[in-house]
C-alpha cells in the first residue's frame, strides 16, 4: 500500500516538476511583448531584441508624434505590452499622461532620459528640450544597450543574444554614421545648408557640419506656421542662396511650398529637392521603413538636391541592401 | 387696383372666403375642429373668441400659413395660391422683430414686393404709392423714422397702411388694434370702415367684445369650433356669447 | 511707412491680405442676414460641421485634394443644416438648441474621423488639423482665385434676391402669405452661407469662423438704418479687420492671422456698442444725463413736461 502512495507521489510530483519547469521554460521562451511609439526606436529594438521580443510601433509612417494622442485601439495595444519604450515627452506631447498611468503596472521607458544626461541635449530655448536626437545616427545608436537591459531583466535567458546583438547593430550603425559624414561632407560648405517644415534636424546639422539651418516651424509642430516665419524663412533661402529646400513626410507641404513661392518672387529660384523622414519612418515593408533607410533616403536626397556626391554604402551594410534590393 | 376688382366681378363673387370642414391640430390636441365659414364680399367681419380658441389660427390656416389636418378653402371662388394678389395680411405686430434696420415707408413698400415679382426693384411710383398708404394711416410725417423708434400704435399702423397699399378687395387682419390706446384704436377702425365703404372685405380678429358691436357688420365667433357667424346684429347675443366664451365675460 | 512697404511688397503677405479681406468682405454680407434672422449661430454649426466633411473628402480621394476636402465641408454643412430644420419642425426644441445639437454631433464625428485617419498612419493625413484653426500663412494663388469666385457668385444671387432675402428676414409670415417660397429662400441663404464658412476654413478655421459671420454686420448694426446701408458697412467692415489683421499678423514670427483677424473684428464691435450715435451705450448714457439734469432744472409735472417738448427720440431702444 505505501509503496503505491510513495510511487503515486512519485509520479505526481515528478509530473508537477516537469510542468512547471517546463511551464518556466516555455514562458522563459515566449517574446516578449514590446510596444514602440515611433518607429526610429521600433526598427532599432527589433533589431537589438532578435526572436527574444516581438516589438510593435504605435504611430504609422504618415503620423505627427507631436499630435498623436491615445485613441482606445493604442491604449488596448499599451495594455498588452510587457515593455514599453517610447522618446520623450517632448515628442510624444499629447501622449504623456497616458505613458505616466502605463508606467506604473508596466515597464516604460522614455530613451532619451534614460541614454543620455542632460548636458550631452540641445535646447531649442532654456528648459524645452529637443528630442529629435534619432537624426544623429552615432547619438541614437546609444540607445541600442539601453534597449538590450531592458529586455533582459525580463528574458535573462536573451541576455547573450541580446548583446551579440547589439554589438552587431551598433557596427552597422557605426558605418552608416561615417557614411553620413562623408556625404554630407562632400557638399560645398556654402551650399551645406539644410531648410526644412519643422526643426527636427538640429542634431542632424549639428553632427554632420550642416553650415546651417532653418525650419518654418519649431520643434512642435503645434501651433500654425504664421507669415512672419514663412517669409523670415525665405529671406534666410534668398541671403544664403540656398539651392534647395526639402519637406517633410508628416508635415503638409503648403508651409514650404508657400514659402518656395515667397523666395522665388524675391528673385532667387529655389526647388524642393525632396521629401525628408523627420518624425516617422517610411511605409512598412520598405527599405524607408527601416532606421537605416530612413537616415539613407534622407541623406541621399539632401546631398543630391545640395551639389553633393553620396559616399560609396558601407561593407558593413551589405547584408541590410541586399535584404531590401538597394 | 380696379383691375383685380374686375377679374374678381367677370366670374361668380360668391363668398369672399368659403371654409369647409377645417381641422386643425397642435399634437393630438385640436385647436380648430370642423370649422364651417362663409363670408360674403363687403363686410367687415370681426372673428372674436377666448384666447387659444383658435383665431389666429384660423387666420393663419386659410391662408396656407398653416398646414390642417382636413379641410377646404376658397377665396371668391379659388384657392388661396391663385389668390395671393388679391389678398392682404397684417400679421400680429409681435410676429416680427422691430429693431430691423428699415424705416416706416420702407415697411409700406414691402407689401408690393409680391407685385413688383423676381428680380426688379422697387420703383418710384411703388413708393409713391406706400407714402399714400402711410398718409392714409395719419403716418406720412414718420415715414423715414426707423421702426425701432415706433410706440406699438404706431407700429400697428404701419402694418395696416402695408396691407393697405396693395389695393386687394381681401383684407385679413390679426387683432390690429392690440396694445394701443383708444384714439389710437378709434383711427384704425374707423379706417377700416372707410375701407369696407369703399368696397374691400375685412376679416380681423379682434379682441375688445366693448367696440364690436360700434364698428364691425359681420361676426364669427370661434372656440375651437364656430359657435356662431352671421350678420352681428342677429349674432351678437348673450346666448351666443356664453356659449363662446363660457362662463368668462369679459367686458 | 517703409514697414508697410515692404510687407505689400511680399508675395504671401498680399496672398493672404486680399484673401482675408475678400473673406471678411463676404462674411461681413451673409452674417448681416444671419444675425437679424437670429441665427448667428448658424454660422458656428456650419463651421463646425465642416469637419467631418473635409475628413470624407480625405478618406475618398485619398490625398490632400483641397477641392474636394472643400466640397465635402459644404455637404456635411448643408447636412447639419438640415438637422436643424428638421429638429426644430419635428421636435419642441426651439432653434438654438438644435444649433447646438447639430454642432456638436457633427464636430465629434469630425474629431472622430480626424483621430481614425491619423491612427491609419496615412502619409497624406499631415495637415487635416490645420482646418481647426487655420493656416493662412500657406494660401495659394488658386485658393485666391475660388474665394473671388465664390465671392462674384454670392453678391450675385444677394443682390438678385435682394428683396426677397429683405422681406424673408424681416417677415416670413407675411412672405409666404404673399406667395414667396419662404423654405426656398432660407435654404439658400443658408447655402451660401455654408460656401462663405467653407472658404473662409484655410484662413481663420473651424473654431473662429463665426466670429468672422457675426462681428462684421453686429458692428454695422449700431451705425446705419437700413439693411442695404447694412450689408455694405458689414463688408466694408470685415475688409477692413481681414486686410489690417493679415499686415498686422505679418510683422512677427509666430504672429497667427486668424487670431489677429478675429481680434480686431472684436475690437471693432466694442467700439460700435460704445460709441454709435442713437445706440451705443455711451451716447445713450449721456441722454439719459442730459434728460434728467432738465428735468432736475424745472419742476416735474407732466403739464410742465409737454410744455417743455423735452425730446425722446431715440430714447425708445
Known amino acids: ?326 | 387696383m380696379g383691375a383685380n376688382l374686375e377679374q374678381v366681378t367677370t366670374h361668380e363673387p360668391g363668398l369672399a372666403l368659403h371654409v369647409e370642414d377645417l381641422t386643425v391640430t397642435y399634437g393630438q390636441a385640436p385647436v380648430l375642429w370642423d370649422i364651417d365659414v362663409d363670408v360674403p364680399p363687403g363686410v367687415m367681419a370681426a372673428v372674436i373668441g377666448p384666447n387659444g380658441a383658435g383665431k389666429s389660427t384660423l387666420l393663419k390656416s386659410v391662408l396656407g400659413l398653416l398646414r390642417p389636418v382636413a379641410g377646404h378653402v376658397r377665396f371668391f371662388g379659388r384657392p388661396v395660391k391663385e389668390m395671393r394678389r388679391q389678398i392682404a395680411y397684417a400679421p400680429q405686430r409681435h410676429s416680427v422683430d422691430w429693431d430691423f434696420p428699415t424705416t416706416a415707408v420702407d415697411v409700406v413698400e414691402m407689401g408690393l414686393y409680391g407685385e413688383i415679382g423676381w428680380f426688379r426693384r422697387p420703383g418710384r411710383d411703388h413708393r409713391a404709392r406706400a407714402m399714400a398708404a402711410l398718409n392714409e394711416v395719419e403716418m406720412a410725417d414718420l415715414a423715414h423714422r426707423q421702426i425701432s423708434e415706433l410706440s406699438g400704435g404706431q407700429q400697428q399702423r404701419v402694418f395696416i397702411a402695408r396691407s393697405l397699399v396693395q389695393d386687394a378687395p381681401l383684407m385679413i387682419l390679426d387683432e390690429p388694434t392690440a396694445g394701443v390706446d383708444i384714439t389710437t384704436e378709434g383711427i384704425i377702425l374707423d379706417l377700416l370702415k372707410r375701407l369696407r365703404d369703399r368696397g374691400k372685405t375685412l376679416i380681423v380678429v379682434h379682441h375688445d367684445l366693448t367696440n364690436v358691436e360700434a364698428h364691425f357688420d359681420w361676426l364669427i365667433m370661434v372656440n375651437v369650433q364656430v359657435v356662431a357667424q352671421g350678420p352681428l346684429k342677429s349674432v351678437f347675443t348673450e346666448d351666443n356669447l356664453r356659449a363662446t366664451y363660457g362662463r368668462r365675460l369679459t367686458p | 511707412m517703409s514697414l508697410l512697404a515692404e510687407l505689400l511688397g511680399s508675395r504671401v503677405v498680399q496672398l493672404v491680405v486680399i484673401g482675408a479681406a475678400l473673406l471678411g468682405a463676404i462674411s461681413g454680407v451673409l452674417g448681416s442676414f444671419a444675425v437679424l434672422r437670429q441665427q448667428s449661430l448658424l454660422g458656428d454649426t456650419l463651421s463646425h460641421a465642416a469637419l467631418p466633411g473635409v475628413c470624407l473628402g480625405f478618406l475618398i480621394a485619398g490625398d490632400r485634394h483641397l477641392g474636394l476636402l472643400l466640397a465635402g465641408a459644404l455637404v456635411t454643412g448643408g447636412l447639419a443644416a438640415g438637422t436643424v430644420l428638421v429638429i426644430t419642425r419635428c421636435t419642441r426644441l426651439k432653434t438654438d438648441a438644435a444649433l447646438g445639437i447639430a454642432l456638436s454631433v457633427y464636430f465629434a464625428i469630425g474629431t472622430v474621423l480626424l483621430t481614425v485617419i491619423q491612427s491609419r498612419g496615412d502619409a497624406g493625413a499631415a495637415g487635416l488639423s490645420t482646418f481647426l484653426f487655420g493656416q493662412a500663412a500657406a494660401i495659394t494663388r488658386g485658393d485666391i482665385q475660388l474665394m473671388a469666385v465664390a465671392g462674384v457668385l454670392i453678391a450675385a444671387v444677394v443682390l438678385l434676391l435682394w428683396k426677397e432675402f429683405k422681406l424673408v428676414t424681416f417677415d416670413p409670415e407675411s412672405a409666404r402669405a404673399a406667395g414667396l417660397p419662404v423654405m426656398a429662400l432660407q435654404s439658400a441663404l443658408t447655402l451660401i452661407v455654408a460656401v462663405a464658412v467653407v472658404v473662409g476654413l484655410q484662413l481663420v478655421g473651424v473654431i473662429l469662423m463665426v466670429a468672422m459671420l457675426i462681428a462684421p454686420a453686429a458692428a454695422a448694426r449700431q451705425w446705419v438704418g437700413s439693411l442695404a446701408g447694412m450689408v455694405v458697412l458689414a463688408g466694408c467692415l470685415g475688409a477692413l479687420a481681414g486686410g489690417s489683421g493679415a499686415l498686422i499678423s505679418a510683422t512677427g514670427r509666430g504672429l497667427a492671422t486668424g487670431p489677429v483677424v478675429v481680434l480686431l473684428i472684436s475690437a471693432i464691435v466694442l467700439v460700435s456698442l460704445a460709441l454709435a450715435p442713437g445706440r451705443g451705450v455711451i451716447w445713450r448714457w449721456r441722454a439719459r444725463r442730459r434728460l434728467s439734469r432738465t428735468l432736475t432744472r424745472e419742476s416735474r409735472s407732466s403739464a410742465d413736461l409737454r410744455r417743455r417738448h423735452v425730446p425722446v427720440r431715440g430714447l425708445k431702444r
Not at chain 1, 42 to 63: F, I, K, R, S
Not at chain 1, 148 to 177: K, M, T
Not at chain 1, 296 to 309: D, P
Open chain 1, 1 to 326: 500500500m505505501t509503496h503505491s502512495i510513495a510511487k503515486l507521489a512519485a509520479t505526481t510530483s515528478l509530473a508537477v516538476g516537469l510542468t512547471v519547469s517546463g511551464g518556466v521554460a516555455a514562458q522563459d521562451q515566449a517574446p516578449l511583448q514590446v510596444l514602440a511609439t515611433v518607429g526610429m526606436i521600433g526598427d532599432v529594438a527589433q533589431q537589438v531584441a532578435g526572436d527574444c521580443a516581438e516589438v510593435d510601433v504605435l504611430l504609422g509612417p504618415g503620423t505627427d508624434p507631436h499630435y498623436y494622442e491615445a485613441t482606445p485601439r493604442a491604449v488596448r495595444a499599451l495594455e498588452s505590452a510587457e515593455l514599453i519604450f517610447y522618446v520623450h515627452p517632448a515628442l510624444e506631447e499629447r501622449m504623456a499622461r497616458v505613458l505616466e498611468n502605463f508606467s506604473r503596472r508596466i515597464p516604460t521607458v522614455s530613451l532619451v532620459d534614460a541614454t543620455y544626461d542632460q548636458g550631452e541635449l540641445l535646447e531649442e530655448e532654456p528648459g524645452v528640450i529637443d528630442p529629435h536626437l534619432w537624426m544623429d545616427v552615432a547619438r541614437w545608436s546609444q540607445i541600442a544597450p539601453v534597449i538590450a537591459d531592458a529586455i533582459a531583466e525580463q528574458r535573462p535567458g536573451c541576455l547573450d543574444d541580446l548583446e551579440a546583438n547589439v554589438v552587431a547593430y551598433q557596427a552597422e550603425l557605426s558605418a552608416l554614421h561615417e557614411w553620413v559624414e562623408a556625404s554630407i561632407g562632400s557638399i560645398p560648405e556654402s551650399q551645406r545648408m539644410l531648410v526644412t517644415a519643422h526643426d527636427a534636424f538640429y542634431y542632424y546639422g549639428d553632427a554632420y557640419n550642416i553650415t546651417a539651418s532653418e525650419a518654418i516651424e519649431g520643434i512642435s509642430t503645434e501651433g500654425e506656421a504664421s507669415i512672419g516665419d514663412i517669409r523670415s524663412v525665405a529671406r534666410f533661402v534668398v541671403d544664403n542662396q540656398v539651392p534647395a529646400v526639402f519637406v517633410e513626410t508628416t508635415i503638409n507641404p503648403r508651409t514650404i511650398e508657400s514659402m518656395v513661392a515667397e523666395a522665388n518672387s524675391m528673385g532667387h529660384d529655389v526647388r524642393i529637392g525632396g521629401e525628408l523622414y523627420s518624425d516617422a519612418l517610411g511605409d512598412a515593408d520598405t527599405a524607408e521603413g527601416t532606421y537605416i533607410g530612413m537616415i539613407r533616403s534622407n541623406t541621399e536626397q539632401i546631398t543630391h538636391a545640395l551639389g553633393g556626391t553620396v559616399a560609396e554604402w558601407p561593407s558593413e551594410l551589405e547584408g541590410w541592401a541586399q535584404t531590401w534590393n538597394k
